[in-house]
């Protein structure tokens, strides 16, 4: 409790900070920087990905809250003091920690639940990975991976974003690998694209990667949402 509560009184926060909706209806003007002096600049941005970001966190391990903490948009304007030094991206991000239990009341918790999941495992034949090497940055689009690159932890959590559930590494495979996966994404209702030659995620994973999703129970550190509201404007 001694600690708790030191850690409550040491924990950084920015000294202005000015929060307001986003009634936008454009597309894909989502922004978040954070410069080197601690600046906090976010457009159109919802407050699931502002925890997210902040706490470091995996959207399948975060749960809970109001589903409008997914939608609703805000621009928020932050600086620390104006004699502060440097500020690093790691205190920065304790500082937005803050802000979001200070300004949208912010409560929150760790728990262990057991969850359905995915296991990356070396699928039968062996794997189908090229080693890793010198080249663009890896590339990302809707059905695609495109990486010089890549560890295999890096591709659970991209594959992730595609099944919405958690993805654990068990291929024992620990370096580096050149990525090449082009799948066929699921659309509402859970259907295909319509009109592609591509194979499913699970097919193309084997196919092209020597690799196998296999769904598995495991119990998983959780960040619950107890509450969150939408802030005042200023």
Request: with cysteine.
């Amino acid at each position: 409790m001694l600690l708790s509560a030191l850690w409550a009184q040491e924990k950084p926060s920015f000294e202005v900070a000015s929060i307001r909706a986003n009634t936008s209806s454009e597309i894909g003007q989502s922004f978040f920087d954070i410069n080197g002096l601690g600046r906090l600049t976010a457009r159109n941005m919802v407050v699931w990905d502002l925890i997210r970001q902040s706490f470091g966190l995996r959207d399948s391990r975060m749960l809970g809250g109001p589903a409008w903490i997914k939608s609703d948009g805000f621009d928020i304007e932050a600086k620390p003091s104006t004699n502060a030094a440097v500020v690093e991206r790691p205190r920065a991000l304790q500082m937005l920690q803050a802000l979001l239990e200070d300004r949208f009341h912010l409560r929150w918790h760790h728990e262990m639940r057991e969850m359905t999941i995915y296991e990356l495992r070396v699928a039968p034949g062996g794997p189908k990975l090229a080693p890793a090497r010198e080249g663009p940055p890896r590339r990302m689009q809707m059905g695609n991976v495109s990486a010089p690159s890549l560890t295999l932890e890096s591709l659970c959590q991209i594959l992730e974003h595609e099944t919405t559930r958690l993805v654990v590494d068990r291929t024992g495979l620990k370096d580096s690998y050149a990525i090449e996966l082009q799948w066929a994404r699921d659309i509402a209702g859970g259907a295909p694209e319509p009109e592609t030659s591509r194979p499913s995620l699970f097919t193309a994973v084997k196919e092209q990667l020597g690799l196998r999703l296999v769904s598995a129970k495991l119990p998983v550190r959780v960040f619950v949402i107890d509450g969150v509201l939408r802030p005042d404007e200023n």
